[in-house]
């Protein structure tokens, strides 16, 4: 099964729980690739092991990362049809 990339996200109204980061960061063969935002990460793993450990620890919730395709916003010159 190949590695896909998640956001993992705490919902709870305090700060992320140290003991749950730890959990998370020392699943096997699963790599934390960004944590900057204050209740969020961005985690590589396996899809079952990652989802089994969020569902036991409470307030975590996890979703596959989703590519958002950006428009083209160069302007460009219309040319009068000929």
């Known amino acids: 099964?190949?590695?896909?990339?998640f956001v993992v996200r705490f919902r709870g109204d305090s700060a992320k729980?140290?003991?749950?980061?730890?959990?998370?960061?020392?699943l096997p063969e699963a790599t934390v690739l960004h944590e900057s935002s204050p209740g969020m990460l961005l985690v590589e793993s396996?899809?079952?092991p990652l989802r089994e450990l969020v569902e036991s620890l409470p307030g975590w919730i996890v979703a596959p990362e989703q590519d958002i395709?950006?428009?083209?916003?160069?302007?460009?010159i219309k040319r009068p049809p000929e």
């Open 1 to 5: 099964m190949a590695k896909r990339r």
């Open 17 to 26: 729980p140290a003991e749950d980061l730890e959990r998370i960061r020392s």
């Open 46 to 48: 396996d899809e079952q």
């Open 69 to 76: 395709p950006l428009p083209d916003t160069r302007q460009r």
